[in-house]
């Protein structure tokens, strides 16, 4: 895949407030909802921006098969495996999917900060 797409793919998945990455929530269990991160560091910034793009990785790889999956229990299956994959993603890039979530939650809230996370996903 090109950089352009990879790029369009991530900022698809941060302006459609990380639909993706929160149904990640039901593989790591209830406690992993999300940490409340209002002001993440620069630090957090760059984690979450690589994990942004390797979950746009893991829709852009599981889109096709969830469309052709055939009745609710395969598509079901589809979306266990996906999250599964994007959770251990997350977690390979040093996140948690709390702060993950936490960060999820403050891009969506702060047009800036979604800006910020876009250029710094558009750079990797």
């Known amino acids: 895949m090109n950089q352009l797409m990879k790029a369009f793919m991530a900022a698809s998945v941060i302006a459609l407030g990380m639909a993706g990455p929160m149904t990640a929530v039901r593989a790591a269990g209830p406690g992993a909802a999300y940490e409340t991160i209002d002001h993440p560091t620069d630090e957090q910034l760059q984690r979450y921006a690589s994990a942004v793009r390797q979950v746009s990785d893991v ?34 890039g040093g996140m948690s999917v709390a702060e993950y979530n936490g960060i999820s939650q403050a891009v969506r809230k702060d047009p800036e900060l979604r800006k910020k996370v876009e250029r710094l996903v558009g750079q990797q």
């Not at 790889?61 to 495996?81: F, T």
């Open 59 to 92: 829709v852009a790889e599981y889109q096709p098969r969830l469309q052709a999956a055939q009745g609710d229990a395969a598509k079901q299956a589809v979306r266990v495996e996906a999250d599964q994959k994007m959770v251990d993603r997350v977690e390979a």
